[in-house]
């Protein structure tokens, strides 16, 4: 029973466009959302959150969306760059530091 | 600074065998939590230690079982290993149980289970 859902697999987008990633979730308790990066042989390194009181939080090339009644969340990276290439995660939380719940990831590929 | 450090980087075992993978939290951090990742899935909480003690669990058998010592560093103990035990075990340390961006991972133990 999957609680954070991350759709598509992986996503290939052209250098200098916008790359979208979506997440959903079923846990109507979650008010913490995050997003993740990873490389081969590295460890998930934190990229951007969101608490569950907005509904944008920007931070640089990089904002993350949350839509709370679609229980839906997106990360825009824009413009994208090669080195963005990595494995994205989404993460949530309940209230009060409970254990980040992560979905699968979508692998995204910048193309130059 | 020195991150968090786990060892050892690859492991391989056979199917009945016990295991310790050993993690260093990040300088300043004083809890630890383990987390699996299996071939395709996402990182999946293990537990968390903290002042010593398992505070949290995720949805893991008993086989799993941990320990931190008073320099905060910790071990992830697996024993009677099984198949599906092949996965990357990712070590992740905070301060005071802090959770969400506060967390920050090591690089991982490979377990590959034959």
């Known amino acids: 029973d999957q609680q954070v859902k991350q759709n598509s697999p992986s996503l290939s987008v052209q250098e200098g466009r916008i790359s979208i990633l979506n997440c959903d979730y079923t846990?109507?308790?979650?008010?913490?959302f995050l997003w993740y990066k990873k490389y081969p042989a590295e460890g998930p390194t934190f990229l951007i959150s969101?608490?569950?009181?907005?509904d944008k939080n920007e931070d640089g090339r990089f904002t993350v969306f949350l839509n709370k009644s679609a229980k839906h969340l997106s990360l825009h990276i824009v413009p994208s760059q090669p080195g963005d290439s990595a494995v994205y995660f989404c993460?949530?939380?309940?209230?009060?530091?409970?254990?980040?719940?992560f979905g699968k990831g979508t692998r995204l590929s910048v193309i130059a | 600074d020195a991150g968090v450090t786990q060892s050892p980087t690859h492991l391989i075992k056979t199917r009945g065998q016990q295991v310790t993978l050993r993690c260093s939290p990040k300088?300043?951090?004083?809890?630890v939590s383990w987390y699996q990742q299996a071939l395709g899935q996402g990182p999946q909480f293990i537990f968390q230690?903290?002042?010593?003690?398992?505070?949290q669990r995720g949805n893991f058998p008993d086989r799993f079982s941990g320990h931190q010592f008073p320099n905060y560093s910790s071990e992830l103990n697996v024993n009677a290993l099984l198949l599906g035990d092949s996965a990357l075990y990712l070590c992740?340390?905070?301060?005071?149980?802090?959770?969400?961006?506060?967390?920050?991972f090591g690089s991982g133990t490979q377990l590959s289970v034959l």
């Open positions: 992740a340390s905070s301060f005071r149980q802090a959770a969400n961006e506060k967390l920050f």
């Open positions: 846990n109507s308790m979650f008010d913490y």
């Open positions: 969101i608490s569950s009181i907005k």
């Open positions: 993460a949530a939380s309940e209230v009060g530091n409970t254990p980040l719940v």
């Open positions: 300088s300043g951090h004083d809890t």
């Open positions: 230690y903290y002042e010593e003690e398992e505070r």
